[in-house]
């Protein structure tokens, strides 16, 4: 009898102690499971957040490249207008000059032709 009882605690003890490491095991999977989520979520939003972030800067920095072009080509063409215009106008003012010269010399001329 004595021996049937200590086999039956004996079995007892064993079984409540594979029960503990069961649950114990249980309670460490889902712990790892917890963290191992957790960190494959910091991940994913580290990533998504790098990737918005580069996107961000790529987005930018395209930004600013087409930018930086537009306002060199509208600097390009106001000094082109200008130089243009500058040019334009010393024509313009050269075709007076001559104008007015072969104006003059004309009159003048004229006046000595007449004076005489």
Same mark, same amino acid.
Do not use: A, G, P, V
């Given at each position: 009898?004595? *021996?049937?009882?200590? $086999? ?11 029960? +503990? @490491?069961? #649950? ?5 999977? %889902? @712990?790892?499971?917890? !963290?191992? @989520? ?15 972030? *580069?996107?961000?800067?790529? #987005? !930018?920095?395209?930004? +600013?490249?087409?930018? +930086?072009? $537009?306002? !060199? %080509? ?8 200008? #130089?243009?215009?500058?040019?334009? /106008?010393?024509?313009?003012?050269? %075709?007076?000059?001559?104008?007015? @010269?072969? !104006?003059?010399? /004309?009159?003048?001329?004229?006046? /000595?032709?007449?004076?005489?």
């Amino acid at each position: 009898m004595l *021996n049937i009882c200590y $086999y039956y605690y004996y079995y007892y003890y064993y079984y409540y102690y594979y029960e +503990y @490491y069961y #649950y114990y095991y249980y309670y460490y999977y %889902y @712990y790892y499971s917890y !963290y191992y @989520y957790y960190f494959l979520l910091l991940l994913l939003t580290t990533s998504t957040t790098t990737t918005t972030t *580069n996107y961000y800067y790529y #987005y !930018y920095y395209y930004y +600013y490249y087409y930018y +930086y072009y $537009y306002y !060199y %080509y509208l600097l390009l063409l106001l000094l082109l207008l200008h #130089y243009y215009y500058y040019y334009y /106008t010393t024509n313009y003012y050269y %075709y007076l000059l001559l104008h007015y @010269y072969y !104006y003059y010399t /004309t009159t003048l001329r004229l006046l /000595t032709y007449l004076h005489d």
